[in-house]
């Protein structure tokens, strides 16, 4: 969702993507597309979704994103690989 992080942890998996792709942030545009595009290619749907990047609580499109994807059906849950810094970003509506 977004290249930002606040740690940079040597055994992180998602550290190359970090590097390569510096800058990155979705876009809400970018969500509603894929979940059109995911929805007219016939897919059933997943069991979890999980949001990382870097560190997802930094997404500026965080709460409507997760309310896009909740709201598409698309995945039976909706889930955040993070390392939950800063803990303060994680909201009521993040936990439902």
């Known amino acids: 969702m977004t ?6 942890c040597p055994e992180c998996s998602q550290r190359g993507f970090r590097r390569s792709n ?4 979705a876009s809400l545009e970018a ?4 979940i059109g595009c995911t929805k007219d290619s016939g897919y059933a749907p997943y ?3 999980i949001l990382t990047g870097g560190e997802p609580l930094l997404w500026e499109n965080l709460e409507e994103g997760v309310r896009l994807l909740r709201e598409s059906g698309l995945g ?5 690989f993070t390392n939950g810094d800063p803990s303060e ?3 009521d509506s993040l936990m439902d």
């Open 89 to 91: 970003l994680v909201t």
């Open 76 to 80: 039976q849950q909706v889930n955040l």
């Open 3 to 8: 290249a930002k992080c606040t740690r940079d």
């Open 22 to 25: 510096h800058g990155y942030v």
């Open 31 to 34: 969500i509603e597309k894929w």
């Open 47 to 49: 069991r979890s979704l």
